[in-house]
Structure formats: structure tokens, C-alpha cells
């Protein structure tokens, strides 16, 4: 959607003008939305909250900015909010499930409570990487799409789509929390 977007037509929900909004901008939302979502499902429900903020929100929007720039914004703290949320709802059920298993000799809690943790420090991980890094990460090697595919959706070369990996995965090496969770866990699968 090329500039500049017709405010009062959006803020009265046009659907011609929100189909179009929704149809070129969800791509974009989705890749961000990839670094943050457990499975599809998830990704779909993260999409849709971010629609329902992104036009709750709109009279934050300043149009000397990019509206998509600024729906990437608010794309960005809807994930960020429910991974908080997620790891709020994390604590509370192993909560409740110890006090319905104890003594918990179940096989497999431990290990379904180390891929948790695992997970959960991987999306930290992530989250604390620049931008274009993880979407790079979130989209070559969590969803397996091609270079040029990769190149197309974040809009940079295939060369910078290797180095932005390349990059983010060194960063995510050096941080002590991955290591910690992924430790924990081979001791667990030992």
C-alpha cells in the first residue's frame, strides 16, 4: 500500500481499505510473528491480536512514518506481551501439575519441563537479537524457506540473508542462557 494511507477511511474500518491493509502488510507481520509463535496455530492467533491492536491502537500512528514500520512496531510488543504472558501461564500449570503428581513418577515430565525451558530460552534469545537478525533466523532456519525466498520477504540480497543468519546464531552461541537451558536438557536426555 503505497502512501499515504486515508486515516479516517481505516479508523471507520473501510474493509476495501483494511482487505488491502491486511492482505499486503501479513506477510510482514507473520515473519515477525515467526520468531515468537510456538506452531501455526499460534502464529494465526498472534496475527490476528496484532490486527485487533493495530486498529485499536491508530491513534498512536503519526503519518509522517511508515504504517507499516509502525505495524511491525506494535506486531512486535503483541509477541513480546505474549511471551510474558506464556511464560506466566508456563510457571502456573507446572504449579498445578505438581500438586496433582506428587510424587510425580510420570516418564516424560522431566523431559517435557527441559524442552520448556529449552524453548523458552530459545525465544528469549531470539527476542534479544537486532531485528533483521532474527527475522533472518526465523525464516531460513526455523521455517526452512530458501535464500531467495528469505531475501524477498526481509527485502535485502541473498548475500546479506547469510550474513544476518551468520551473525545472529553467533550471538545466540554466546549467551550464557541458551547454554545453561541446553545443558540442562542433554544432562536430562543422558
Not at 136 to 162: H, N, P
Request: aromatic share 4%.
Amino acid at each position: 500500500m503505497t502512501p499515504p494511507i486515508d486515516l479516517a477511511l481505516l479508523r471507520a474500518r473501510d474493509p476495501e481499505l483494511l482487505g488491502a491493509l491486511v492482505r499486503e502488510l501479513s506477510p510482514h507481520l507473520l515473519t515477525v510473528i515467526g520468531g515468537y509463535a510456538r506452531d501455526d496455530d499460534h502464529a494465526s492467533d498472534l496475527l490476528q491480536e496484532c490486527w485487533v491492536q493495530i486498529l485499536e491502537r491508530l491513534e498512536a500512528y503519526r503519518p509522517s512514518a511508515s504504517f507499516a514500520a509502525w505495524a511491525i512496531a506494535v506486531t512486535r510488543n503483541v509477541c513480546r506481551s505474549s511471551l510474558r504472558q506464556d511464560a506466566l501461564t508456563v510457571h502456573a500449570e507446572v504449579g498445578l501439575h505438581d500438586l496433582a503428581d506428587v510424587p510425580s513418577d510420570a516418564p516424560g515430565h522431566d523431559e517435557r519441563t527441559m524442552r520448556r525451558r529449552l524453548r523458552t530460552a530459545l525465544f528469549r534469545a531470539l527476542d534479544r537479537l537486532p531485528n533483521r537478525e532474527r527475522e533472518a533466523i526465523v525464516l531460513r532456519v526455523l521455517k526452512g524457506r530458501s535464500v531467495r525466498e528469505t531475501a524477498e520477504a526481509l527485502g535485502v540480497s541473498r548475500r546479506s540473508v547469510g550474513d544476518l543468519v551468520q551473525r545472529g546464531l553467533y550471538r545466540i552461541r554466546r549467551m550464557r542462557s541458551v547454554w545453561a537451558a541446553l545443558e540442562d536438557w542433554l544432562d536430562q536426555m543422558s
